[in-house]
């Protein structure tokens, strides 16, 4: 499986984006796919989480603020970010079971 994430930008806080992560491969719906996010310097973080079927987590940073969602047809995973701020800024990266993406860049400006 090869995973390629797209939509990141550089936007002001307040605005939104759309990330998204198309798989490649046979298989799709039956992993969970993850969003995670690495800020410069930091570690890398769990942001959400969706299995087929609907079951979806999120980090307290991402609650309320961003939305996970998966089209299996189209062997695809969204991330849907609103009210983005400075502390957003990061490489997100998408991982389909163990499979990781490239990730794509969000900067946030204040």
């Known amino acids: 499986v090869q995973l390629q994430a797209s939509g990141g930008g550089l936007v002001q806080a307040g605005e939104s984006l759309r990330l998204s992560c198309v798989a490649s491969?046979?298989?799709?719906?039956?992993?969970?796919m993850y969003w995670y996010r690495q800020a410069p310097g930091k570690q890398r973080e769990f942001v959400a989480s969706?299995?087929?079927?609907?079951?979806?987590a999120y980090s307290n940073s991402a609650k309320g603020r961003f939305a996970i969602s998966r089209d299996n047809d189209k062997k695809a995973g969204y991330l849907q970010m609103s009210n983005l701020k400075p502390e957003d800024t990061a490489v997100y990266y998408c991982?389909?079971?163990?499979?990781w993406g490239q990730g794509t860049e969000v900067t946030v400006s204040s």
């Open positions: 991982r389909l079971g163990t499979f």
């Open positions: 969706i299995i087929t079927g609907g079951g979806i």
């Open positions: 491969g046979n298989s799709f719906s039956g992993y969970t």
